[in-house]
């Protein structure tokens, strides 16, 4: 099965270069009943969907981020368009697990610029965590005439997700013409365990067990306090 988003270009782009972005999910045919799409309003780089297996349920995001100008001041539009897609998924989307995989075009081992450390701050802010800081990953992406690497392809996915992760890496392809190669995450679904968010318990009352003397008693202490109030 492919879930796909197309590539799109500016109006004033459109008989010349190649589009941007463009995204799929697959998944065998098997695994369909599992998976649901989600509908993004407004957002041409972010596609996900949600997987729901018999413990959890896992939002699964996959985004192709706009190139890394590499420069302190820059156009941040179609950066924070990207992210608000992103966010919008987390919002309104119920799930215990969070799995967002992509090209995000930055390279989070290198010297920082605007473009990544806005990146950073989102996934810290949404306390996510980088395969790239577990597993050992050389580079990602080899730049025209091997002159440069990089690892700006990532898995990024919740800190809970984390102990149920067995491995990531790199698919080495010098065939590629992208300059990407594959990356993968094995991921162990037999017992990942659903998130339970605390609840704050308000004692109530139960009628259905007060006596007569108990109604009566909360009556004087009610007509007490609007009295004081009032």
């Known amino acids: 099965i492919v879930y796909s988003l197309p590539a799109f270009k500016d109006n004033s782009q459109i008989h010349r270069g190649r589009g941007k972005g463009g995204l799929s999910q697959i998944w065998p045919k098997s695994l369909d009943h599992l998976v649901s799409r989600i509908p993004i309003k407004n957002s041409k780089r972010v596609l996900a969907s949600l997987i729901t297996f018999p413990t959890s349920k896992i939002v699964w995001i996959c ?45 989070f081992s290198k010297i920082n610029n605007a473009f990544v450390d806005i990146i950073d701050d989102f996934i810290q802010e949404k306390q996510f965590e980088k395969a790239c800081d577990t597993f050992d990953i050389d580079f990602t992406y080899c730049s025209p005439n091997d002159i440069g690497f990089s690892k700006i392809d990532h898995f990024i996915y919740n800190s809970e997700l984390k102990p149920h992760i067995k491995d990531s890496g790199v698919i080495p392809m010098g065939d590629n013409i992208s300059g990407h190669s594959p990356i993968y995450l094995k991921l162990n679904t037999g017992n990942i365990k659903r998130i339970v968010e605390e609840k704050e318990y308000i004692r109530k009352q139960n009628w259905k067990i007060a006596s007569d003397s108990d109604k009566i008693r909360y009556k004087k202490i009610y007509y007490f306090f609007v009295i004081f109030i009032t």
């Open 63 to 107: 985004t192709y981020f706009p190139t890394n100008e590499n420069r302190q001041i820059f156009d941040e539009t179609e950066l924070r368009e990207t992210l608000s897609g992103i966010n919008w998924v987390l919002q309104n989307t119920h799930y215990d697990h969070v799995m967002w995989n992509g090209d995000i075009n930055a390279d």
